[in-house]
C-alpha cells in the first residue's frame, strides 16, 4: 500500500496526554518537526490506525488532532524558516 | 492562479512574534484550526508573499514557521478530533 508523507498537528492542554501523543507518534516512526508537529511516510491502513490510537488517548479531554496526508507534489512545494533553538521535547 | 489550501503551521517562543504571525495569517484569510496552525485557500503568489511576510517578522528571532500547500485530493483525506473547549487566541 502507498505511503504517504503525512503530517500530524495537535493542540492539548494536558501534558501527560500530550507527551502519549507525540510517544505514539514516535512509535509510528514519525519525526518531530515542531514541538506540536510530527511529519513521517504512513500507508493509509497505519494512518488510520494511529489516529484511531490518537483519539483514543485524547479520549475526552480538550483538544484537537489533525492527520494530514500530503502527496509527493504537494510535499516538494512546502516553504520552511527555522532558526536556531529548537523546541523542546517533552522529555529530554 | 489556482489556489491550494495551505496549512500554516509555527513554533514561536516570543508572544509579541507570536501574535504577529497569526495576525498575518488572518489578514491572507486564513482560519485559526488550532492555536499555532492556520489553513486557507492561497494561490502561489500569495503564499510565497505570506510566507516572506511570516519570515520578515519572524526575523533572528527562535521559531520555525512551516506553509505546506495541500492538495484537492489530500484535503479530502485529513483526518480530524476535536474535543470541546478550542485554544484560546492570542487576543479576545
Chains 1, 2 share one sequence.
Do not use: H, W
Not at 494511529?50 to 484537537?64: E, T
Amino acid at each position: 500500500m502507498d505511503e504517504l508523507r503525512t503530517l500530524v498537528i495537535y493542540d492539548i492542554e494536558d501534558d501527560k496526554v500530550r507527551l502519549r501523543i507525540s510517544e505514539s507518534c514516535l512509535d509510528y516512526g514519525l519525526v518531530r518537526i515542531q514541538y506540536s508537529a510530527f511529519l513521517g511516510a504512513l500507508n493509509r491502513n497505519k494512518r488510520e490506525e494511529l489516529f484511531l490510537r490518537l483519539c483514543a488517548l485524547l479520549d475526552d479531554n480538550p483538544g484537537k488532532i489533525l492527520l494530514q496526508p500530503i502527496c509527493d507534489k504537494d510535499v516538494k512545494e512546502v516553504l520552511v524558516k527555522e532558526n536556531e533553538k529548537p523546541s523542546e521535547p517533552d522529555v529530554l
